[in-house]
């Protein structure tokens, strides 16, 4: 640990000016304070006993911590799974530097002390900096709201009853009215929770597969309705976990009508067919919303390219083996992605030419941060900014193996996939990690 | 009878006919044929199993094909094991992997499987060293049934190529149709499924299937009618208005015999809902090779037994221990 930490001769990208190249960070006190050509006597100025601590990044790409805002730990509750300590420490390894953690624990976290708690817990592990998104209504019961004025005075970055949401579209419309007064926006799953009461994508696959289906035209119908009471309320709305053509439609239909309506896709979503899940029935590719066809995700990628999905995310949901070791009907959704989530967006956007990398990290880091109201300090290399950092090879291939994770939970979707980029030093704060050690 | 050619063969499981090849399939069917010869003879025992544990592990209630797979293991001399069980649950009782594993270090070596869950014995092949043969997975696919009507059809009509087969009733909800789809397409016959829109998969159309929704305009296309069963929950869940429509458009009459082809056969898995998906005079009637199905069943499930066991490699253990 080091006051002051100078990384030199790495590539920048600094997706708040838009600027890239070959350059130097200066951290100190925590924070950027300066980022383009710094000299090492600068440095030295700057810090209070003169001691600098360099990293030499020749090779590498510097930039800004990772952001995601969609990550399911398992505390409180299910501890076992994960814990925000862990948690905050597997997020590090995938170059992620803030996260924002969904409601869905059990308790669910809908009040200012699990709020706070969540907030400790990440302070006290000193990794990945954790923000609670906390739950519109108690208990995500779609019924009284939750002290959303003293939730954000506790931390909280954002509002969703987590995937229960569209059951109660009164609460949700109600929710977003109330949450609109104090600026944070309101994260729905987009799924129609009737229609969608199927294990796989509804289609070819799953009629070959004899599983039940999980139709996309029940995520386009949820987030059409979540865009009207956007609409209504002026409420932010980001639409959590797109993952077919008719959810990509329903947003951009809603853009060109001036919605106040950001997205999301989850990095896996980018890279698993629902033609792999029906071939092994492997229950690590069990994942919710389901994985879809190459056409889906062939618009996916275009919705990323046009701007109308803002945000890469994890998606990150740990789940023990012996849960994943069950009939595929039965066994939970969820798949890890803390870990691969740049390397699934480097390997699927910017080696196959979809995204120019700054526009792929733009949507892991500033993009995100807005979303999360966070973007004053996080998200940029602006000095003043927290001094986080992702620092990665955007060449090196690894498999992912289980052994490859650092995260207890091994449930990926993406098990034996070559992935190309990987990240080589996460800097939190005042804090370099080398990532090649483990 | 004919030997079984062991070249051929070399699955230790059987989960489904869509990853079996056409030499394969054939080469069950005319493994059968020689069996079916057995159950002529007044001493109805073969020694091909001897020595061997045959488990009937069944998660659902089933009456023939339980019985038929119990059959076909006793004439091939094999020790047999029956546990009939609740749905497996993660959080009561143990997982069906554990349950396997446990079998297994009894000293099972085929394991016959009817579960509710689509993949369950993919699951169970995985983590065993054990055979696995599918009875019935959800509603993915019943191997056994599609092979013992396809052997059925064959008895009647020889080479299936461009023989037209209809499949009637809930195509959705049908383990067995999807058998018969897959073993049926890879011996060349035009196959089509009939039944209400909202039964029946249109996705089925890229492997080829006919899709047909009014049963009258089709009735003197088709060599065979497989009629499935129809079951009553599905009109619950609001599939289909009513039974009486269902009958009306859909179920097997004499006056809808009679307008079919005059060698048409009419097949049935069972169990039956007599005056429902086919009338009383017409599954005991001349062009009902009901019954026959079941006598092929016994034979077909006494061919895969000993085929999938001669593929089995030589030494076991108790599965996940040892390859953990």
Same mark, same amino acid.
């Given at each position: 640990?080091?006051?002051?930490?100078?990384?030199?001769?790495?590539?920048?990208?600094?997706?708040?000016?838009?600027?890239?190249?070959?350059?130097? =960070?200066?951290?100190?006190?925590?924070?950027?304070?300066?980022?383009?050509?710094?000299?090492?006597?600068?440095?030295?100025?700057?810090?209070?006993?003169?001691?600098?601590?360099?990293?030499?990044?020749?090779?590498?790409?510097?930039?800004?911590?990772?952001?995601?805002?969609?990550?399911?730990?398992?505390?409180?509750?299910?501890?076992?799974?994960?814990?925000?300590?862990?948690?905050?420490?597997?997020? =590090?390894?995938?170059?992620?530097?803030?996260?924002?953690?969904?409601?869905?624990?059990?308790?669910?976290?809908?009040?200012?002390?699990?709020?706070?708690?969540?907030?400790?817990?990440?302070?006290?592990?000193?990794?990945?900096?954790?923000?609670?998104?906390?739950?519109?209504?108690?208990?995500?019961?779609?019924?009284?709201?939750?002290? *959303?004025?003293?939730? %954000?005075?506790?931390?909280? $970055?954002?509002?969703?009853?987590?995937?229960?949401?569209?059951?109660?579209?009164?609460?949700?419309?109600?929710?977003?009215?109330?949450?609109?007064?104090?600026?944070?926006? %309101?994260?729905?799953?987009?799924?129609?929770?009737?229609?969608?009461?199927?294990?796989?994508?509804?289609?070819?696959?799953?009629?070959?597969?004899?599983?039940?289906?999980?139709?996309?035209?029940?995520?386009?119908?949820?987030?059409?309705?979540?865009?009207?009471?956007?609409?209504?309320?002026?409420?932010?709305?980001?639409?959590?976990?797109?993952?077919?053509?008719?959810?990509?439609?329903?947003?951009?239909?809603?853009?060109?009508?001036?919605?106040?309506?950001?997205?999301?896709?989850?990095?896996?979503?980018?890279?698993?067919?629902?033609?792999? $899940?029906?071939?092994?029935?492997?229950?690590?590719?069990?994942?919710?919303?389901?994985?879809?066809?190459?056409?889906?995700?062939?618009?996916?990628?275009?919705?990323?390219?046009?701007?109308?999905?803002?945000?890469?995310?994890?998606?990150?949901?740990?789940?023990?083996?012996?849960?994943?070791?069950? +009939?595929?009907? @039965?066994?939970?959704?969820?798949?890890?992605?803390?870990?691969?989530?740049?390397?699934?967006?480097?390997?699927?956007? %910017?080696?196959?030419?979809?995204?120019?990398?700054?526009?792929?990290?733009?949507?892991?880091?500033?993009?995100?941060?807005?979303?999360?109201?966070?973007?004053?300090?996080?998200?940029?290399?602006?000095?003043?900014?927290?001094?986080?950092?992702?620092?990665?090879?955007?060449?090196?291939?690894?498999?992912?193996?289980?052994?490859?994770?650092?995260?207890?939970?091994?449930?990926?979707?993406?098990?034996?996939?070559?992935?190309?980029?990987?990240?080589?030093?996460?800097?939190?704060?005042?804090?370099?990690?080398?990532?090649?050690?483990? | 009878?004919?030997?079984?050619?062991?070249?051929?063969?070399?699955?230790?499981?059987?989960?489904?006919?869509?990853?079996?090849?056409?030499?394969?399939?054939?080469? $069950?069917?005319?493994?059968?044929?020689?069996? #079916?010869?057995? #159950?002529?003879?007044?001493?109805?025992?073969?020694? @091909?199993?001897?020595?061997?544990? %045959?488990?009937?592990?069944?998660?659902?209630?089933?009456?023939?094909?339980?019985?038929?797979?119990?059959?076909?293991?006793?004439?091939?001399?094999?020790?047999?094991?029956?546990?009939?069980?609740?749905?497996?649950?993660?959080?009561?009782?143990?997982?069906?992997?554990?349950?396997?594993?446990?079998?297994?270090?009894?000293? =099972?070596?085929?394991?016959?499987?009817?579960?509710?869950?689509?993949?369950?014995?993919?699951?169970?092949?995985?983590?065993?060293? @054990?055979?696995?043969?599918?009875?019935?997975?959800?509603?993915?696919?019943? /191997?056994?049934?599609?092979?013992?009507?396809?052997?059925?059809?064959?008895?009647?009509?020889? &080479?299936?190529?461009?023989?037209?087969?209809?499949?009637?009733?809930? *195509?959705?909800?049908?383990?067995?149709?999807?058998?018969?789809?897959?073993?049926?397409?890879?011996?060349?016959? +035009?196959?089509?499924? *009939?039944? /209400?829109?909202?039964?029946?998969?249109?996705?089925?159309?890229?492997?080829?299937?006919?899709?047909?929704?009014?049963?009258?305009?089709?009735?003197?296309?088709?060599?065979?009618?497989? *009629?499935?069963?129809?079951?009553?929950?599905?009109?619950?869940?609001?599939?289909?208005?009513?039974?009486?429509?269902?009958?009306?458009?859909?179920?097997?009459?004499?006056?809808? $015999?009679?307008?079919?082809?005059?060698?048409?056969?009419?097949?049935?898995?069972?169990?039956?809902?007599?005056?429902?998906?086919?009338?009383?005079?017409?599954? &005991?009637?001349?062009?009902?090779?009901?019954?026959?199905?079941?006598?092929?069943?016994?034979?077909?499930?006494?061919? =895969?037994?000993?085929?999938?066991?001669?593929?089995?490699?030589?030494?076991?253990?108790?599965?996940?221990?040892?390859?953990?």
């Amino acid at each position: 640990m080091s006051e002051t930490i100078l990384i030199k001769g790495g590539y920048l990208l600094d997706p708040a000016t838009g600027k890239e190249g070959v350059g130097d =960070v200066l951290i100190a006190g925590g924070k950027i304070v300066a980022a383009g050509n710094v000299r090492l006597a600068d440095a030295q100025k700057s810090s209070p006993d003169g001691h600098v601590e360099v990293l030499q990044c020749e090779g590498l790409h510097v930039a800004p911590g990772l952001v995601d805002l969609r990550a399911h730990m398992g505390e409180p509750g299910h501890d076992s799974e994960e814990t925000i300590a862990h948690g905050a420490e597997v997020a =590090v390894h995938g170059g992620f530097t803030t996260v924002a953690c969904l409601p869905d624990t059990e308790p669910a976290n809908d009040n200012v002390a699990s709020a706070l708690f969540v907030r400790r817990q990440s302070e006290q592990a000193g990794f990945a900096d954790v923000w609670p998104v906390c739950a519109l209504t108690r208990n995500r019961e779609g019924r009284e709201l939750t002290e *959303i004025g003293q939730l %954000v005075e506790a931390g909280a $970055v954002a509002f969703s009853d987590e995937q229960r949401g569209s059951d109660t579209p009164a609460a949700i419309l109600r929710g977003m009215s109330y949450a609109s007064m104090f600026d944070r926006a %309101v994260i729905e799953y987009a799924q129609d929770p009737e229609l969608a009461g199927g294990v796989m994508n509804a289609g070819y696959e799953s009629a070959l597969a004899g599983l039940s289906g999980l139709p996309a035209v029940a995520e386009e119908l949820a987030i059409a309705r979540a865009c009207m009471f956007a609409r209504e309320t002026g409420c932010h709305f980001h639409a959590g976990k797109l993952t077919s053509r008719n959810a990509v439609r329903a947003v951009k239909r809603a853009r060109k009508l001036g919605v106040r309506v950001t997205a999301e896709v989850c990095a896996h979503h980018l890279a698993v067919t629902d033609d792999e $899940v029906r071939k092994a029935y492997d229950t690590n590719l069990k994942v919710f919303p389901p994985f879809r066809t190459r056409e889906d995700i062939a618009w996916l990628k275009r919705g990323l390219r046009e701007g109308v999905i803002d945000c890469i995310v994890s998606g990150h949901r740990p789940v023990p083996p012996q849960l994943k070791e069950l +009939e595929f009907g @039965a066994a939970p959704f969820g798949s890890v992605g803390l870990e691969t989530a740049l390397a699934v967006a480097l390997t699927e956007l %910017v080696h196959t030419s979809e995204l120019p990398l700054l526009a792929a990290i733009t949507k892991l880091t500033l993009n995100p941060a807005k979303v999360l109201r966070l973007d004053k300090r996080k998200g940029s290399l602006s000095p003043g900014t927290d001094g986080d950092l992702c620092i990665f090879d955007l060449k090196s291939e690894w498999q992912v193996t289980e052994s490859a994770l650092f995260s207890h939970a091994k449930n990926s979707a993406l098990l034996g996939r070559t992935l190309k980029g990987r990240p080589k030093f996460t800097v939190t704060r005042n804090r370099v990690i080398d990532l090649g050690m483990r | 009878m004919t030997e079984p050619a062991p070249l051929l063969w070399k699955r230790k499981d059987l989960l489904g006919l869509e990853e079996l090849s056409r030499e394969e399939i054939l080469h $069950v069917l005319d493994t059968a044929r020689g069996f #079916s010869e057995i #159950s002529t003879r007044s001493i109805k025992k073969a020694p @091909a199993l001897r020595g061997k544990v %045959v488990l009937n592990l069944f998660f659902e209630p089933s009456t023939r094909t339980k019985a038929s797979f119990s059959l076909a293991a006793q004439r091939l001399s094999a020790d047999l094991v029956d546990i009939v069980k609740e749905a497996s649950s993660a959080v009561k009782g143990e997982t069906l992997v554990d349950t396997g594993c446990n079998l297994q270090a009894m000293g =099972v070596d085929i394991v016959i499987l009817r579960h509710q869950q689509a993949g369950a014995p993919h699951l169970l092949a995985r983590s065993l060293d @054990a055979c696995v043969v599918n009875a019935g997975d959800g509603t993915h696919e019943h /191997p056994t049934q599609g092979l013992l009507d396809i052997f059925t059809m064959r008895e009647k009509f020889g &080479d299936l190529t461009g023989k037209k087969i209809a499949l009637v009733g809930d *195509i959705t909800h049908s383990r067995v149709a999807r058998s018969n789809i897959w073993g049926l397409r890879k011996l060349g016959a +035009e196959v089509g499924i *009939i039944g /209400p829109r909202t039964l029946l998969p249109g996705a089925f159309r890229e492997l080829g299937v006919n899709l047909h929704y009014h049963l009258d305009e089709v009735l003197d296309h088709y060599d065979v009618f497989n *009629i499935l069963r129809i079951q009553m929950e599905r009109q619950k869940k609001g599939m289909f208005p009513s039974v009486r429509e269902y009958h009306h458009l859909y179920g097997i009459d004499s006056r809808r $015999v009679k307008k079919m082809k005059p060698h048409a056969l009419i097949m049935h898995p069972g169990p039956i809902n007599r005056g429902v998906e086919i009338s009383q005079e017409v599954a &005991d009637g001349d062009h009902s090779v009901i019954l026959r199905q079941v006598t092929n069943g016994l034979a077909v499930r006494m061919a =895969v037994l000993v085929l999938v066991q001669s593929a089995q490699p030589a030494t076991h253990g108790s599965g996940r221990y040892e390859h953990a």
